[in-house]
């Protein structure tokens, strides 16, 4: 497997020296100053990837190209932004840059509660609690019918919950759901949260699935003819927030996604933290299953919880078979090889790393410290070299 990082670009206090000697080869990454549905100019990515070369790493994956959401509540001016999202396509493929990770998400990208949840270690993971998810859209944002998402016994405890919030965790805590986190699309105050959920109103999946893959339909065969590959991420988490459907969080919709568009250029990122997050996914079968077709991996972990909260966890010690997953990843790879597929090696990136001691003071992005994902990666690396050896 091919080892990447991800990278936030030249404000990144990771630097590309870093990532070097941490000992990835690839690097994940975006030109995330163009992030409101603009074409990427050939310029400007070519400039990013002349400065990744610079440091002696390549550009192994671009994520993401934002998906504007005009093109997921199918309105009038999405063929505008289809259309840059194609160019953009057309200016990588010029790069030599051939797997793009993106999501179809609507209105909130990945989502958390907490970013400095101290685990009994000391060292600090990011988690969603469901409780105060709740809590917040019930009682802070005061969305309309909110009630009718969550039990009795989940209201009751949210109020309760809120109840022992002051009023600085209460802002922290909306600040962390939706003013942005390290690659989200978009960022919001309570005002502007609002009114694009109203946008949203009445959506269901079977619309928001639709409208992925009337998208598809347009954008695959243009990465089929670049040779480009297309690699959905998951939801995270993988199920509705907000009253919003998500549609990329089970086996179920990764089949159906697939199926939209047969082209190899229709592929997957396995996150293994976000089809782990929910217990009915069975991971080493869709490894089995959806492997042909899996360009991309996040190999990360979380620890699930009753109610559906998690928190990440260590690479190797979670809810998922970490060492299951990658040994069906590694069984993937030695069949693209006897097949002679050029592409046959997966890039992988550590995700979602723990913040520790001697980065806790330090100006870093939620979920991507240096030493946690240092940390991560080196364990990962022993795991894969070690079911190469057996």
């Known amino acids: 497997m091919k080892e990447t990082w991800r990278w936030f670009g030249p404000q990144d206090p990771i630097t590309l020296q870093d990532i070097k000697q941490a000992g990835a080869t690839g690097i994940v990454t975006a030109l995330h100053h163009i992030y409101r549905g603009e074409a990427w100019p050939l310029d400007e990515v ?15 994956v671009v994520e993401s190209i934002p998906v504007h959401n005009s093109i997921k509540l199918q309105s009038a001016e999405r063929q505008k932004y289809i259309a840059a999202w194609k160019d953009s396509l057309h200016a990588i493929a010029k790069a030599g840059i051939k797997i793009v990770c993106y999501n179809f998400m609507p209105v909130v990208d990945w989502t958390r509660t907490d970013l400095r949840w101290q685990l009994p270690s000391t060292a600090y993971a990011l988690r969603f609690d469901m409780t105060d998810l709740a809590a917040y859209d019930l009682f802070i944002l005061q969305r309309k019918n909110a009630e009718k998402d969550y039990s009795n016994g989940l209201v009751k405890s949210a109020q309760s919950r809120l109840n022992q919030m002051s009023g600085d965790r209460r802002d922290d805590l ?6 942005g986190l390290p690659g989200a699309e978009a960022s919001y105050d309570r005002k502007a949260f609002r009114k694009m959920l109203e946008e949203y109103k009445g959506m269901c999946a079977d619309d928001l699935r639709l409208a992925l893959a009337a998208f598809l339909q347009e954008v695959v065969p243009v990465a089929q003819e670049l040779d480009v590959r297309l690699a959905i991420h998951p939801d995270d988490p993988p199920w509705p927030l907000f009253g919003l459907p998500r549609v990329v969080s089970t086996s179920a919709d990764a089949r159906k996604i697939l199926a939209a568009s047969d082209a190899q250029a229709n592929g997957l990122t396995f996150c293994v933290g976000s089809y782990g997050a929910r217990a009915d996914n069975d991971l080493l079968a869709m490894v089995r299953e959806f492997g042909p077709r899996i360009h991309f991996a996040h190999l990360r972990q979380v620890m699930r919880e009753a109610d559906g909260s998690f928190y990440e966890a260590e690479h190797l010690r979670g809810s998922s078979d970490m060492a299951g997953v990658i040994r069906c990843l590694l069984e ?6 006897s097949t002679n597929q050029p592409d046959h090696e997966i890039p992988m990136r550590p995700d979602h790393g723990h913040l520790l001691s001697a980065d806790v003071n330090k100006n870093v992005n939620p979920g991507y410290s240096y030493l946690g994902r240092l940390k991560g990666l080196a364990e990962l690396r022993g795991l894969i070299h070690g079911l190469q050896h057996s």
């Open 174 to 179: 909306e600040r962390t759901i939706i003013a």
């Open 46 to 60: 070519l400039k990013r990837k002349a400065e990744i070369e610079a440091a002696g790493l390549e550009w192994s």
């Open 332 to 337: 993937e790879e030695t069949r693209r090889r």
